[in-house]
């Protein structure tokens, strides 16, 4: 049996990059690396739509995200975490771990945050330091209105926006300078197509200023040695040098197929596996603001979600995510994010309707994929 990587990371790799990873390893202080990271900077200035540098640690993205607390705040630091979702609840964890104090916005799983809310909070608390949050919330499927809150806090010289962008950069439009976010991570094994291990973070001008003035500890995600460092194309330490090479390739795709053509094919595969499941008669978790980069689907609840996921691995070789925590069992996710066309599509959505089907589920056999093919048809 054949593996399809379905879940929102990691994801599948594209050939090619992955035969870039198997050459031999070079020398990271090296001419010819020196000459790959050039052209990765600028990649990834394309790809945040920044003119800032895009840092590259090595790290799961949530090394990055670490980054961005301990490079921005001090201790005893309020900010404003919004929570609706797993990927929030870490934002809030983060930040008690460094001793930060967040005041946290909860907003329904399932639902966006509501930037009225956010206004409302930083106008009642002038000590607030930044807003950190989800652009896309992972564990729920749902976009967060970026661009909204990034006016409110623009308005604010002393507090940054800080964006966990992990599966939104490379996934839909999340221009970092134009909406004037402070700081944007993301990690390679989502939209970025390559295997886990390389993190990005990149902050705007008022976030370097911030970080000035910055007193908590920080040693590897010091991110002004990173910053100095990338501006001559090197790294601080050793970095994870065939993923770079990776990058490298991941980034002249990106490039070459142009990020409003990127985003409009996760556009593409996104509307066609909602109308699949909806036309099932499973119901979106994301009701009104639905992430491009997966679909949560509510499972019916006379299936077990567990023993749906299982089925889908142990009868169709098909990984797939589940709910977690107050949403396990409950939900199944389908990512369509990074390397995913209209025909890989074909092969999540019929494996759904087959495993529904064998565990009696009461529907019209085909109804998902009539609409799936309807849609990209
Ligand atoms: C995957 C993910 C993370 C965590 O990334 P790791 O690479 O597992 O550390 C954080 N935030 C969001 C929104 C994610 O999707």
Redesign the pocket.
Known sequence: MKSYLFA??PTPVPERALLKMALPIMHHREKVFENIFTEVRQGLKYLFETKQEVLILTS????A?ESAVCNLFSPGDRVLVVRAGK?GQ?WGELAEAFGLVPVFADFPWGEAAVPNRIAEILQGDASIKGVLI?A???STGVMHPIREIAEITSKREDVALVV?G??AVGVFELPMDAWGIDAVVT?S??ALMLP?GL?FVAFSDKAWKMAEKSRLPKYYFDLKKHLTSAQKSQTPYTPAISLIVGLNEILTMIKNEGLDEVFARHHRLAKATRAAVSAMGLSLLAKTSPSDALTAAVVPEEIDGVALKKAFLERYGITVAGGQDQLKGKIIRIAHLGYFDPVDMFQVIAGLEMALYKMGYDFTLGSGMKALEQELA
């Open positions: 929102p990371g799961s993205g949530t090394g995200m990927f870490r989800q896309s919330e992972t966990d992990i599966t990690g094994q989502k886990p993190a």
